[in-house]
């Protein structure tokens, strides 16, 4: 059973940082893309960054320049660095991990990240 368990998360002030982490477990597949999602109260879940196996990124407009997306296959982890942290950056953030075929994708439970001002 696939499980992904994200972790870092928290409260920090504005101009922080902080860097959430996910690990999958249970897979027996290869992994083509691995992202990071958000959703504020009253918002659509939205794309924050991804990246996938050749390592292409793409980021939100909002957090270009300020996170980083990175991974290690081996572990299967991917990572999210935010700096320079705005309040508007507050949300739950869910790792997603997506087989581009046969297509199946898979989401963590979330990590809340607040931002105060």
């Known amino acids: 059973q696939v499980q992904l368990v994200e972790s870092g998360g928290g409260l920090v002030q504005a101009g922080g940082s902080l860097r959430l982490s996910c690990a999958a477990s249970g897979i027996r597949f290869s992994i083509d893309r691995m992202a990071w999602y958000r959703q504020s109260p009253g918002k659509q879940r939205e794309l924050v960054a991804a990246i996938t196996t050749g390592n292409m990124t793409n980021y939100a407009d909002s957090v270009n320049g300020r996170f980083t997306i990175s991974s290690d296959n081996a572990k299967d982890t991917v990572y999210l660095q935010m700096n320079s942290l705005k309040p508007e950056d507050t949300a739950l953030y869910y790792c997603?991990?997506?087989?581009?075929?046969?297509?199946?994708?898979?989401w963590g439970q979330g990590t809340q990240v607040t931002v105060s001002s």
């Open positions: 997603n991990i997506v087989r581009f075929f046969p297509p199946r994708d898979y």
